[in-house]
């Protein structure tokens, strides 16, 4: 598991310590504050790889780059990693030695794509003679070559990095499935694999929005007739439709149900062959949790990822690393954030430089009051125009020698930009009466 990532002159940051939570970890800030770069260099501390374009020190400072980190795993020093900034090879040099084995890796980015990392087929790689080798690292002289350009080698992979699209239709490299994608494994589940199904349907119900429109397996449809596969299909109230026409929202959540029994499956196979334990540790990491979701989604999707996770790899240490700016994930989590084993980070940008920090976790009671906090920064949770009127009538309250035509004209900004149930409305229109303003 993640316990702590240090980084020194990477990228915009100058300096950040994280020490990680064993359950539950949740960042927040504004955008571009640092979010998604921790999560990546996350994955890259917890894999050996990266999920996307590799993170560069800022080559305007005069520094020593460096990103630090303990993970604790199964196997492996247990001793902090302090992997250093190769200006020649434009790759991070960390220490030779027996990698650690973190568990099972699975990372939803902003995009929609998915990095999965397993320890039974990524960390054990390159053969020699009749001896397969532990360890996903690959040497030349003393650089590592951690490679995110995803080379195949000896048949394997040093993660599996998914587009959007080859979440569902699969990812296959030289004649060799990796993973036959969403639309395939659905069907093959639904009617050859019927515990596994059963699975999956558990997972997308726990996952599926509080209301009617849950997440229902129903039959597989045909839907072009140029393409010859069926397609899995989810019950809504008006009808059956095909998983690759829903929304964008349950797009996202469905992918990741399945990533999630795909992998814990995978995994499960992949240590039987091998005669090796099944991965004891799964870590989830979320950028943007709250992406296409409703608000009635945003309030119900964090808590549902940690019971899902919990049915999917049951007896597993579980860990959730997930960004967010909503105030309704923020709510949601208030009846079940622990403080022995959960944590919220803060990022803002200051004097040039990212920085985060641990920040203590207050229930608001409302999404109102996380707008408003310093979690979200708002001094209301209205719209910018209301905000203003509501500004120039405060100064109204407080100058009692206001004409009556000035105060017409608050008057009848508020009336245009507020409804009836807004709580400064009430208030307003009591001192208006009492100046001799007619409603």
Known sequence: MGEYLELHDVGPVEHIRLEWADRLNILTGDNAAGRT?????????????????????????????????????????????????????????????????????????????????????????????????????????????????????EGKRRAYQFSADEVWNGLRENGQVFCAGLVDDWVNWQYGKKALFEVLTSVLGILSPPGAEKLIPSEPLRVDPDDARDIPSIRLPYGDVPVTHLSAGMRRIVALAYLMVWAVHENRQAAAARKLDSAQRLIVLIDEVEAHLHPSWQRAILPAALTAAGVLARGVEFQLVASTHAPMVMASVEPLFDPGKDKRFEFAIREG????????????????????????????????????????????????????????????????????????WPRWVAYAEKQGLEP
């Not at 509501?390 to 206001?402: C, D, H, S, T, V």
């Open 37 to 153: 770069l921790v999560l990546d260099c996350l994955w890259w501390a917890l894999t050996r790889t990266w999920a996307g374009r590799r993170i560069l020190p800022d080559s305007a400072r005069n520094a020593d780059p460096r990103i630090s980190f303990l993970v604790g795993g199964k196997t492996g020093s247990r001793s902090p990693v302090d992997a250093r900034f190769h200006y020649p090879s434009r790759r991070w040099r960390r220490p030779r030695g027996r990698p650690v084995m973190p568990g099972l890796v699975i990372y939803l980015r902003a995009n929609s794509s998915f990095a999965v990392w397993d320890p039974a087929r990524n960390y054990w790689r390159r053969p020699t003679g009749d001896v397969e080798q532990e360890g996903d690292a690959e040497q030349e002289g003393d650089v590592e070559q951690e490679g995110d350009e995803l080379a195949v080698t």
């Open 353 to 424: 430089s990212i920085q985060g920090s641990e920040k203590p976790f207050r229930s608001r009671g409302d999404a109102s009051a996380w707008l408003t906090s310093e979690v979200f920064g708002l001094a209301q949770a209205r719209s910018l125009e209301a905000e203003a009127a509501i500004g120039r009538a405060e100064e109204a309250l407080r100058n009692p020698e206001l004409s009556l035509d000035d105060l017409r004209a608050v008057h009848h900004e508020l009336h245009e930009l507020l409804g009836d149930l807004d709580p400064f």
